[in-house]
């Protein structure tokens, strides 16, 4: 296995730790990620025409999804601490028709960025992983069905690998 093929968070006895990133220079790194939620075109429409009963359900995603980001190291054990300088949250109704699986529900596409030693990936993800979370807390009265999917990264730039993107 390759240096790069290898756990970067477990040592050579097998013991997880944090990566020391000291050396490292600091660079600029962003990521972009993505989730689903599908749900009941019924809690689509409440949640396009304003009506649900806890408020503003995108609103609340998007800034749901920017605190998560800024508190992924507290979340994620080996997970630096990171000076985030861009962190970004878009929620976009996905209506009948639109997916090839006929789902109807919220897109979410989040991009963070940050000059540093190490990538920003972790926050992206859970930046829309959170923001699904909250869509799901605001409209679970109406449909606990809804299913939260699709939770990937599509984009990483920045550091020593440079440019990856999403097939």
């Not at 390759?2 to 944090?18: A, F, N, P």
């Amino acid at each position: 296995m390759s240096d790069e093929q290898k756990l970067t968070h477990i040592d050579e006895k097998g013991d997880v730790r944090m990566v020391d990133v000291s050396a490292k220079p600091d660079t600029e790194r962003i990521a972009v990620a993505e989730g689903f939620i599908a749900m009941h075109q019924e809690t689509l429409d409440l949640i396009v025409e304003g009506k649900a009963a806890k408020g503003d359900v995108l609103a609340c995603a998007r800034v749901a999804g920017v605190m998560a980001a800024k508190q992924t190291s507290t979340l994620i054990p080996m997970c630096h601490p990171l000076n985030i300088t861009k962190a970004k949250v878009e929620c976009e109704p996905v209506r009948a028709g639109e997916r090839e699986d006929g789902r109807v529900g919220i897109h979410i596409t989040t991009t963070c960025g940050v000059t540093g030693k190490t990538g920003i990936e972790m926050e992206a993800l859970t930046a829309a992983s959170i923001a699904c979370l909250t869509v799901y807390d605001m409209c679970k009265a109406v449909d606990r069905g809804m299913e939260i999917m699709d939770v990937r990264l599509l984009k990483k730039d920045g550091g020593k690998t440079g440019l990856w993107l999403r097939d």
